[in-house]
């Protein structure tokens, strides 16, 4: 691993920047907008002016935890888009001025999984709810005009004007793409849309059930869409969210709090005729991955698990049902997607109109709004909500 020493070189020039930052502080309370200190880039890392942010439930789970991996103060935030102001020693994939997607999964692309087609799952930089920077542990890039330091958020804290991520984390993009759109492409819409295509491989003409229409779920959706899915289920406790959904590619529904006596993969099984071809679980509840797992069709069926359950969580399924029903059961972190190899592929498909990032945004803010966006999120009133810079 490489120390953070920096040599006395062209780099020594990086002073720290001071800038306005949402930090949380403490666990379910409103995020304080503060000033802080940015320090310079080491080797192997840039550092990146954001333009926007979006809000991901993921940050939401985090600034609620009280057990770790939870840790205060944090600077939250992980889908954004930003331009590079500083690189540090040994960076060549980008230079100052160049716009890229930070993303939490990292793509170092030298390990043995990295060059492979069957993983996006880093083994040089394993995935980890870190509060330290991937290449340095116990190092910080943010302190409070205290000097205190402010912990990271995975690999990308977007929730500050700048900040510093390993360059394992970024993606070159083409600056001509809206803002507001192509930072979706940093975790949310990435994840659904991936989780279809590449975990999964939904194939055309095929049935597909989605648990949870939120934004994960609703993404799974338009990535169903677009292999061609023929029957796309969506499983939501609010009726509301069908007409959501309908925009997306759902082409049913079913309220799982009106399925009376009957389970909801129950009511799926007679709906499919035994069993759907993919299902995706969005919500993060085990109880609904042994639901899922229970109405994909024997002998071929793919269960995908994308949301996030609470730590230390267990999945419980029939050891009858694993061995003789021949179910697949996979998580799916960032829709199995290797970021920069297939990001770009995404934003082409943005561009000749197939992929439909406009209509996920329903709000756009300023960053100072941070707190008003975070109450439509957990009220359920927005998709994505894209918070401006500047």
């Known amino acids: 691993m490489e120390n953070g020493n920096s040599s006395s070189d062209n780099k020594s020039s990086h002073k720290p920047i001071r800038c306005k930052a949402a930090v949380s502080r403490k666990a379910g309370e409103p995020l304080v907008m503060e000033e802080i200190m940015v320090a310079p880039p080491q080797p192997f890392e840039v550092r990146i002016r954001i333009i926007c942010t979006a809000l991901c439930h993921s940050d939401v789970t985090f600034w609620k935890l009280q057990v770790p991996p939870a840790c205060f103060p944090r600077i939250l935030g992980h889908e954004a888009i930003g331009v590079v102001e500083s690189v540090g020693e040994n ?77 394992a984390n970024v993606v070159k993009i083409d600056s001509s793409i809206p803002p507001s759109r192509a930072c979706l492409l940093s975790c949310g819409v990435s994840t659904g849309v991936g989780a279809a295509w590449e975990t999964a491989k939904v194939e055309k003409g095929s049935t597909v059930v989605i648990f949870g229409l939120g934004s994960i779920g609703l993404a799974v959706a338009e990535g169903a869409r677009l292999c061609g899915a023929s029957r796309i289920i969506g499983v939501d406790i609010n009726p509301t969210k069908f007409q959501v959904g309908q925009k997306f590619g759902v082409t049913e529904f079913v309220n799982s709090m009106t399925c009376e006596k009957n389970r909801v993969s129950e009511v799926i099984n007679e709906m499919t005729g035994g069993g759907a071809d993919y299902c995706f679980e969005c919500v993060g509840s085990s109880s609904l991955v042994q639901e899922a797992y229970a109405c ?95």
Request: proline share 4%; glycine share 8%.
């Open 91 to 167: 960076v060549k994939e980008v230079v100052e001025g160049d716009t890229v997607l930070p993303t939490f999964m990292p793509d170092c692309g030298d390990c043995v999984d990295c060059k492979s087609h069957k993983s996006n799952l880093c083994s040089k930089f394993p995935f980890k709810v870190s509060p330290w920077m991937p290449r340095y542990e116990n190092s910080s890039r943010f302190t409070d005009l205290n000097g205190q330091t402010l912990f990271h958020f995975l690999n990308v804290s977007s929730f500050s004007e700048y900040t510093v991520l390993d360059v």
């Open 296 to 390: 994909c069709r024997q002998g071929w069926g793919k269960t995908i698990t994308l949301g996030v359950d609470k730590p230390g969580s267990q999945i419980c399924l029939d050891s009858f049902d694993v061995l003789h029903h021949g179910k697949i059961l996979m998580g799916s972190l960032f829709g199995g997607l290797k970021a920069k190899t297939h990001i770009p592929i995404l934003l082409k498909r943005y561009l000749s109109n197939e992929l439909e990032l406009d209509k996920f945004v329903t709000h756009e803010m300023k960053f100072e709004e941070i707190n008003d966006a975070f109450q439509l999120l957990l009220e359920g009133k927005c998709i994505r909500c894209v918070l401006w810079m500047g």
